[in-house]
């Protein structure tokens, strides 16, 4: 597991991380395991790549793009930006993308698509993809490697009444986030049960992501 | 869903709800879906129950009694005091255990005992149960009903090294939780996925829950 390096990963002098969010709940969820990093959110514009892709036949491809594209944005702005020798900068981008029937939901555009999002997915399960893109830089920000992961888990819905779609509509909650709802707020209340990452839900694949971290040289 | 009753569970005309727990993380998954309520953590001796228990067939009985007695122990200190006529009462009593072959695991006792409990779950899957038990009072504090619901859900481990089960142990995460972690906090990190509800895994079964108090008559 990740927390014996962690004194690794935090020390200055051999590590920097950037996460190309600005996703409140990615930064608590990446703060709680003791991570310390820099946040750039992404000037990457996600439309680009969403727009004609409501429907896939590839979700698990585009929601990989889509954190690529985030992470790699980040990186351009840091070419000629070097840091001291033996630093490698970590840019963590990251992208979550809810999916039924092959239709991707991304955030909803007003209260009416969240309402709509909602009732699609009442009653019923669903998959949740997030995917995490690492870039690896020296000291002169050249690219060292590129690490890209996808996790899957399926949402399982309770059956919801008209009358409470639209009280949860109405509480806000719906708006910032893909498919329409958040697991870790009122949703939790209709969520029958998951298979998979709690926290792949919320955004961020925290497991797989400390794989990931086990697997770069911290000598 | 339980967002559209809020209004009359917040009626201090009709409900008064009483949280017979003390544990933080319990509080505010109930805070969070917006329901008021006290607290007075339960008098009930768990170790009565728990001794003899470290193996049973039937841990979700267990559970379910561990439940019934934190709820009945405020129950019996609320007898005689009466509230206003209409005013119905709501103790909600939860107790959580983790079940790994059969055999119960509470809360550690010790550092030692956390590691060993960590050990035993490393790189294969357990049973998270939790029960909760409601008391339905009348004014006159008399019980109208009891409602006793158990959620399950399979939580899945990576393997751990030995250096990181300790690592773990020393944050002290592991030592008021049942089972010895908190999927809620650094266990995020070696929790590959779960298979039902999140939230009975942190100790409050939040859709059930929620089910249950669709069944109480605010008429």
Chains 1, 2 share one sequence.
């Not at 690896?136 to 059956?159: A, G, Q, W």
């Not at 949703?187 to 697997?215: K, R, T």
Request: net charge neutral; glycine share 10%; with cysteine.
């Amino acid at each position: 597991m990740v927390l014996h390096l962690l004194e690794s990963f935090n020390d200055k002098s051999k590590f920097r991380f950037v996460l190309a969010s600005k996703s409140p709940r990615r930064l608590e969820i990446l703060r709680g395991i003791g991570l310390s990093f820099e946040v750039t959110p992404s000037p990457f514009d996600e439309s680009i790549l969403m727009k004609d892709s409501q429907s896939t036949a590839d979700p698990a491809g585009l929601v990989a793009r889509l954190a690529k594209g985030k992470s790699s944005a980040v990186v351009e702005g840091l070419v000629g930006k070097g840091v001291e020798v033996g630093v490698k900068t970590v840019v963590i981008g990251c992208d979550t993308i809810v999916v039924v029937d092959g239709h991707v939901m991304g955030k909803p555009k007003d209260e009416e698509e969240a309402a709509a999002f909602i009732r699609k997915l009442s009653g019923r399960s669903h998959e949740v993809m997030t995917s995490i893109c690492m870039h690896i830089l020296n000291h002169d920000m050249k690219i060292e490697s590129v690490k890209s992961i996808v996790e899957k888990t399926k949402v399982f819905f309770r059956p919801m009444s008209e009358q409470t779609i639209l009280a949860y509509v109405k509480t806000g909650e719906p708006m910032d986030k893909a498919g329409g709802y958040g697991i870790q707020g009122l949703a939790g209340c209709f969520i029958s049960h998951i298979e998979g990452d709690y926290y792949n839900v919320v955004g961020f694949p925290l497991s797989l992501f400390c794989s990931a971290l086990e697997s770069i040289d911290t000598k």
